[in-house]
Nanobody, 119 residues
Framework: QVQLVESGGGLVQAGGSLRLSCAAS????????TGWFRQAPGKEREFVAE????????SYADSVKGRFTISRDNTKNTMYLQMDGLKPEDTAVYYC????????????WGQGTQVTVSS
C-alpha cells in the first residue's frame, strides 16, 4: 500500500509560480512512475506531467510544456511540480498519482491540492 500527500497549492497571480510536492510513504521503490493530473470545475481530470524515477525520463502535456517542470528526490521519496508562468486556465485541483509499472493505469492517488491563478 502507498500513501501520497500533496502540498504547495495556493492562490497566485497570473505569471507567478508555485511548487507542488507529493510525498510517498508505505511500499517504496526506486522505480516508481509518478505523475501529476489536474481537474478544473466542470471538466474531466487531465494529465499534466509524468516522471519515471529510474532514469528520470519525463513527459508533459502540451498545455504545460516549457512552463512546468516535474522532478523527484529519491532520498526523500518526494515528487515535485514546479509551475512557472501560471495562467488562469491552470486553475484546478492538482493530484499526484503513482504506479509501479509504466504500462498499467495509475493505482494510487493523493487527496489533491487547489491551485488558483487570478488574472
Amino acid at each position: 500500500q502507498v500513501q501520497l500527500v500533496e502540498s504547495g497549492g495556493g492562490l497566485v497571480q497570473a505569471g507567478g509560480s508555485l511548487r507542488l510536492s507529493c510525498a510517498a510513504s508505505g511500499r517504496t521503490s526506486s522505480s516508481y512512475v509518478t505523475g501529476w493530473f489536474r481537474q478544473a470545475p466542470g471538466k474531466e481530470r487531465e494529465f499534466v506531467a509524468e516522471i519515471i524515477w529510474s532514469g528520470g525520463v519525463t513527459s508533459y502535456a502540451d498545455s504545460v510544456k516549457g512552463r512546468f517542470t516535474i522532478s523527484r528526490d529519491n532520498t526523500k521519496n518526494t515528487m515535485y511540480l514546479q509551475m512557472d508562468g501560471l495562467k488562469p486556465e491552470d486553475t484546478a485541483v492538482y493530484y499526484c498519482a503513482l504506479k509501479f509499472t509504466r504500462t498499467v493505469p495509475y493505482r494510487y492517488w493523493g487527496q489533491g491540492t487547489q491551485v488558483t491563478v487570478s488574472s
